[in-house]
């Protein structure tokens, strides 16, 4: 019975559909009215699936009562935008002066005009221009003139979709909105200060390098530093962070940004990890027996892999420039009260540079010993970034999770490519490195990046042997 009923209704169907398509235009109303979230669902998945028998009027309608769906389902109604510009021009401004009250929605908004700007019609390039030059005239009013920081996390979200908008249409206002964005970054530090909540961590460093210089064998000891043995009883990196559960925090508006993989709490994860990493190498810096064993071990260690891999030989070469500068380092500036700031400066950028350095001739020198007998290689083309892609570099000791996790610290990263702290590039040109990159902690920092790649390139090898 319930076979032959659905064979009647495919045969009017067609007829169907039309009637119900006359009984929404009349009745559109009437119909959301009705107290029911699941005839209003239905109601607007049936008009998505058949929008060429709405009315415009109806259409209107709707934006009055459900404008955040159609802004947020703009894709799936671009046909009907696309014939119809003043019905768009009505979406976006709801019959009112548009207005930053909503950041969720004007961050759609400046979305929408980044999809209609590619458009070829000028009508709607034109629109897009005028709704942007209008947020952007707002947005940097509110900024502004907002002293008291009110609203600094929602407006930070607006700054983001701008700059983005900017950069892709290489538009000269991208650098006043830098500007702007940093002086509510400021607001949003300003306000953190005065209503945030301070979160310390207590790392007890000596403890750990107590038991870390008790060890006997070298190796062990080096990897200690970096990795860990899991249940499996597999050596595996801190760094290789993977199952990041979804967070609350992640529904919060934050001046950091984010991706679906670079969330708030694995940025947050990340730094932690790194920050005791950190922490342990400012330790060893600051006892003889600490650091001379240090530089005894990873010295010994970048030989071991240098000659059983057959890396490029300058490469250990390299390893003991750098061992010589932190020495001077520690002697020069460490020990040292009142050291001259010119000099500290030039032993952090030498340190830090040479650290960036080591870390992408090993990574590419055990990129090239795993693939030079199977593919060509290009080398050219094997930069850091690439060599930091999971889909270039697989199958190899560097899992996704821990490239990417590398990836973090020494490039752009994440889907526009404006996340993490992008060291080496930054050291590599100078780019604003002086007053904000050289420092005993990024030292340390890249030290511990540093041993963490060798370590794990060692801990590939015994895998493999």
């Known amino acids: 019975m319930i076979r032959n009923l659905i064979t009647r209704i495919e045969k009017n169907q067609s007829k169907l559909i039309g009637d119900i398509v006359k009984f929404i235009n009349h009745n559109i109303l009437d119909i959301f009215e009705y107290d029911s979230f699941d005839l209003h669902e239905a109601t607007l998945n049936f008009i998505k699936n058949y929008q060429n028998g709405i009315n415009k009027s109806t259409f209107e309608l709707l934006f009055k009562k459900r404008r955040a769906y159609f802004l947020y389902n703009f894709d799936e109604f671009s046909k009907t935008f696309k014939n119809n510009i003043d ?5 976006i401004y709801n019959d009112k002066p548009l207005n930053l009250d909503d950041s969720v929605i004007t961050v759609q908004i400046i979305n929408i005009c980044s999809i209609i700007s590619n458009y070829h019609d000028e009508n709607y390039v034109d629109l897009s221009n005028r709704v942007i030059k209008d947020i952007y005239q707002k947005y940097q009013i509110l900024v502004e003139d907002n002293p008291n920081g009110n609203r600094p996390f929602e407006l930070s979200d607006i700054g983001k979709a701008l700059l983005s908008f900017f950069k892709s249409k290489r538009d000269s206002r991208a650098n006043k909105i830098r500007d702007i964005n940093r002086k509510l ?81 694995r940025q947050q994860t990340i730094e932690s990890i790194a920050g005791i990493g950190n922490a342990l190498f400012i330790g060893i810096l600051q006892k003889e027996k600490y650091y001379t064993t240090y530089f005894n071990d990873f010295l010994s260690l970048l030989s071991l892999v240098t000659k059983r891999l057959n890396f490029d030989s300058d490469i250990l070469e390299e390893g003991r420039m750098l061992v010589l500068d932190v020495s001077m380092l520690i002697q020069n500036v460490i020990k040292t009260e009142n050291s001259q700031v010119t000099l500290r400066k030039a032993l952090d950028y030498n340190i830090e ?12 020198e055990q990129y090239r010993i795993k693939n030079e007998q199977v593919m060509y290689i290009n080398y050219s083309n094997v930069t850091l970034g690439s060599l930091l892609n999971p889909d270039m570099n697989a199958n ?15 490039i752009n990263s994440g889907e526009n490519n404006d996340i993490g702290h992008n060291y080496r590039n930054k050291l590599a040109h100078l780019f604003n490195v002086y007053k904000n990159s050289l420092s005993l902690s990024a030292v340390c920092l890249l030290m511990y990046l540093l ?15």
């Open 87 to 91: 019905l768009l021009r009505k979406l």
């Open 185 to 265: 970054d400021k607001d949003i530090s300003n306000y953190v200060l005065k209503h945030g909540v301070e979160i310390k961590q207590m790392i007890p460093v000596e403890k750990i390098l107590t038991n870390w210089i008790s060890q006997t064998n070298p190796a062990i000891r080096m990897l200690s530093l970096t990795h860990q043995k899991t249940e499996k009883k597999i050596i595996e990196s801190n760094l290789s962070i993977k199952n990041i559960p979804n967070s609350i925090m992640d529904i919060f508006t934050s001046n950091i940004p984010t991706d679906d993989y670079y969330t708030l709490i």
């Open 353 to 364: 540079i040479l650290c960036s350095a080591l870390i992408e001739s090993l990574l590419r």
């Open 396 to 410: 190899g000791p560097f899992s996704k999770d821990h490239l990417l996790t590398l990836a973090y610290f020494l």
């Open 451 to 465: 041993t963490d790649v060798l370590n794990t390139i060692y801990a590939g090898l015994l895998d493999y042997e």
